[in-house]
Structures are given as structure tokens and as C-alpha cells.
């Protein structure tokens, strides 16, 4: 699952799509990914993973010291 940001385009009427995180499920505990600029996802190795979807998305939300809102 991907999280995505929409937002008003720079010095443009159209929306821009971009992704911010993304949530995979594995062994029944979350975990969250980053992308990198070539479209890659890497895993957070000091974000834990988590049995509780709901605890993950805090983190992303929360910004998780500046990775995901900058």
C-alpha cells in the first residue's frame, strides 16, 4: 500500500501526485519504505516494524524526523 501526496503543482492549475511512503505487510507486522529518486523503495531499518497498521501510519504522519513531510 502507498501513501500519496497530492498537491497543487508549482506555478500550475494541475495536481501533482507524489508518493510518500509505502506500508507493506510481512510475517503479520508492517513495515515502511522510502523511494529513492530512480523509483526504488528501501526499507526504514529504525522504524520497527509494527503489528498495528494504524501505529505506522502515525509514524509517516508524524514526519519521522523529517523524511516524509519536507
Known amino acids: ?11 500550475s492549475d494541475q495536481w501533482v501526485q507524489m508518493p ?10 508492517w513495515k515502511i519504505y522510502w523511494q529513492d529518486s530512480k523509483g526504488k523503495w528501501h526499507f526504514i531499518d529504525d522504524i520497527e ?9 502515525k509514524i509517516v504522519d ?6 516524509f513531510w519536507g
Open 20 to 29: 510518500v511512503a509505502q506500508f507493506r505487510l510481512g510475517e503479520n507486522e
Open 1 to 11: 500500500m502507498t501513501l500519496i501526496e497530492e498537491r497543487q503543482g508549482y506555478e
Open 62 to 67: 508524524e514526519g519521522h524526523n523529517g523524511m
Open 49 to 57: 516494524p509494527n503489528e498495528d497498521f494504524e501505529t505506522q501510519l
